[in-house]
T-cell receptor, first 111, second 116 residues
Framework: DAKTTQPPSMDCAEGRAANLPCNHS???????VYWYRQIHSQGPQYIIH???NNETNEMASLIITEDRKSSTLILPHATLRDTAVYYC????????????FGQGTRLTINP | GAVVSQHPSWVICKSGTSVKIECRSL??????MFWYRQFPKQSLMLMAT?????????EQGVEKDKFLINHASLTLSTLTVTSAHPEDSSFYIC????????????FGSGTQLSVL
């Protein structure tokens, strides 16, 4: 799997948009970008994934650059419950591929 | 989304005993499940890939005789930590692929193992 690079930590004020960057410069053409988050002492939770088009769901938006070498996860109106470690992972879709976690970004939402 | 149930949530055992952790896909069939472990303040580390009806595939450095994985049905995989020692104390997490949702992985809530 291609490696990803994320800042180790970020802070964001409650109610503001949280923008989490991820670099994946060695991503292959068949690899998707996945975002998961892990709240303390729980299993990771799926947020969103995409290939090359921007994606949006009820939790977040995913913006992928045209060259696919980086992406940004956007939480539009962060709440205190969004405090978690966010993982950006690249993964091929074919063949029941595993998820290989990097160190992630510890996002803290401040009141 | 899919539901993956993991049991127990936490377990304390004496050194030298074996502990079994169960991972169930409640509303879907999972041909493939994965087992991870996580030490405090660290990321998840993949231990092995569990395939229904066949032997698990272990990641490099993971002792297959110590961490026994059985995936006997399409809804259940078990991880047995044999002859547990204090250094095996960790947070163990399973996940399963649900092909109904584009091959996404869904995770259990994890098992905190403490070996005394």
């Amino acid at each position: 799997d291609a490696k990803t690079t994320q800042p180790p930590s970020m802070d964001c004020a409650e109610g503001r948009a949280a923008n989490l960057p991820c670099n994946h410069s060695t991503i292959s053409g068949n690899e998707y970008v996945y975002w998961y988050r892990q709240i303390h002492s729980q299993g990771p939770q799926y947020i969103i994934h995409g290939l090359k088009n921007n994606e949006t769901n009820e939790m977040a938006s995913l913006i992928i650059t045209e060259d696919r070498k980086s992406s940004t996860l956007i939480l539009p109106h962060a709440t205190l419950r969004d405090t978690a470690v966010y993982y950006c992972i690249v993964r091929a879709l074919q063949g029941a591929q595993k998820l290989v976690f990097g160190q992630g970004t510890r996002l803290t939402i401040n009141p | 989304g899919a539901v993956v149930s993991q049991h127990p949530s936490w377990v304390i055992c004496k050194s030298g005993t074996s502990v079994k952790i169960e991972c169930r896909s409640l509303d879907f069939q999972a041909t493939t499940m994965f087992w991870y472990r996580q030490f405090p303040k660290q990321s998840l580390m993949l231990m092995a890939t569990s395939n229904e009806g066949s032997k698990a595939t272990y990641e490099q450095g993971v002792e297959k005789d110590k961490f026994l994985i059985n995936h006997a049905s399409l809804t259940l995989s078990t991880l047995t930590v044999t002859s547990a020692h204090p250094e095996d104390s960790s947070f163990y997490i399973c996940s399963a692929i649900d092909s109904r949702f584009g091959e996404k992985l869904f995770f259990g809530s994890g098992t905190q193992l403490s070996v005394l």
